[in-house]
């Protein structure tokens, strides 16, 4: 049979259907890009904000009416939030919940008759899965999560803390990498709070995948601050090991994060970063900020303000806040009007610009490395475009016919593009990074 998968919201959301492609090809079945070619289409849905769920409304009803004949699954938190509703979606077939979803691809085989023999046991594992071609895979290491920040329903969405075990990891990257991925991010909903329930932590994972694979490049995806073990840092002496941590601050006010329950103190926030570029100059610390969380004073704002600048994010996910029903913050007084909000994101999204520009300056001249991931064409330049280990979006000037994609070299930064969106890059030949003292961006 031929299945579409079709996923919304955060990394773990795309790590999962990367597993989900792996296993419905095992089983025999063909992934295919088109909805209307499909026999079988999975949408991995999103609740983390109203607008995420009103897309995934919007997704389940455009994959029934572009294949109507299709059997229609759907997973995720906005299915596992609200499956009476799900249910009543036009098309739906089968809802898999959250709890559920590591035996997806089996409940589906058994509930909707998909069962097919591989026509090879050992069948290629070379496959154009996902929408994009891609040299970056998403791992999912750990579901759940053990905390409640009063504006999150993820929480509720995604059940109790799961680790993954090590060895199904390491396998998975191996296989991975053997496909032609040279770098994967590591994603959970806590990720902090890997092996909690399995006697590891993360520190062990990270170290781990770095014995035990030799795909290039490790990253790891959104961390709570306070979730960083002590020896944490060291990891970073590991030029495998990416220089990038996305830390989220959600306020930089503490009155505020108090309302949000959140465990760390804009103080302790600046110290663990301060800390961490100690001893990795070249770490790019990047964050998400909600705007407009109810009672948020004039005063809270500028905090707010002062707070992101001072820090120096590389780059800020900005969320105006939305209440979800069935989250603490729903039910807070003092909400701060739309228009308010509109105005903040906006200052928000200006400062943050700025930082963003900032980076990018001070990258030029410096030495790194680029992980080749796709070419364009603009105003008749061509163009090979991808991520130094630090995730800042470079480009190199280069023929179409140059054969880079997928490849790592080593670059200098001579510029930043006329728009303001990526460095420009030189590319340097017999250029060796293999000594420690020598990180790469």
Not at 131 to 137: C, F, H, I, L, S
Not at 291 to 317: C, K, M, N, R, Y
């Amino acid at each position: 049979m031929f299945v579409h998968l079709k996923t919304l919201g955060c990394r773990l959301n795309e790590a999962e259907m990367e597993s989900w492609s792996r296993e419905f090809h095992q089983r025999g079945h063909q992934l295919t890009r088109d909805p209307k070619q499909a026999d079988l289409v999975v949408v991995n849905t999103c609740a983390v904000t109203e607008e995420a769920v009103r897309k995934s409304r919007r997704l389940i009803r455009q994959a029934h009416s572009k294949n109507p004949n299709a059997k229609l699954v759907i997973s995720g938190c906005y299915a596992s939030l609200n499956p009476a509703e799900s249910f009543k979606a036009v098309g739906v077939d089968l809802v898999v919940s959250n709890q559920d979803k590591e035996q997806l691809v089996e409940i589906v085989s058994r509930e909707l008759d998909l069962n097919v023999m591989p026509e090879m046991a050992t069948e290629s594992g070379d496959l154009t899965l996902l929408p994009r071609n891609r040299q970056r895979a998403f791992i999912k290491v750990q579901d759940g999560c053990r905390y409640q920040c009063t504006f999150c329903i993820v929480t509720k969405a995604r059940g109790d803390e799961r680790s993954r075990s090590l060895p199904s990891i390491i396998e998975e990257i191996n296989w991975r990498h053997a496909e032609g991925v040279n770098e994967v991010v590591l994603a959970g909903v806590h990720l902090g709070g890997y092996g909690s329930d399995i006697g590891s932590d993360l520190s062990e994972l990270i170290r781990t995948v770095l014995d035990e694979t030799t795909i290039p490049r490790v990253r790891i995806g959104s961390l709570e601050p306070w979730d960083l073990p002590d020896d944490f840092p060291e990891l970073f002496k590991n030029p495998r090991f990416m220089p990038h941590l996305h830390l989220p601050l959600q306020s930089g006010a503490d009155s505020v994060l108090q309302r949000m329950a959140r465990r760390c103190k804009v103080a302790e926030y600046r110290k663990l970063v301060n800390d961490l570029r100690q001893v990795v100059p070249e770490l790019n610390i990047t964050t998400d900020i909600i705007v407009g969380f109810p009672g948020e004073s004039d005063q809270e704002w500028q905090q707010s303000l002062q707070t992101v600048e001072a820090i120096g994010f590389g780059h800020i996910h900005i969320f105006a806040y939305s209440p979800r029903d069935g989250t603490i913050a729903a039910t807070l007084a003092n909400p701060v009007s739309r228009e308010c909000k509109r105005q903040r994101s906006q200052t928000l999204h200006e400062l943050g610009e700025q930082l963003k520009q900032q980076q990018l300056r001070d990258a030029i001249g410096k030495q790194s490395r680029l992980l080749v991931e796709n070419h364009s064409d603009e105003s008749g330049q061509s163009y090979w475009q991808g991520y130094t280990p630090n995730f800042l979006r470079a480009e190199l000037a280069a023929p179409a016919d140059a054969g880079l994609k997928n490849t790592i070299i080593d670059i200098e930064i001579t510029g930043v593009s006329d728009d303001g969106e990526r460095l420009q890059v030189k590319r340097l030949l017999n250029c060796n990074y293999s000594a420690p003292l020598k990180r790469s961006l």
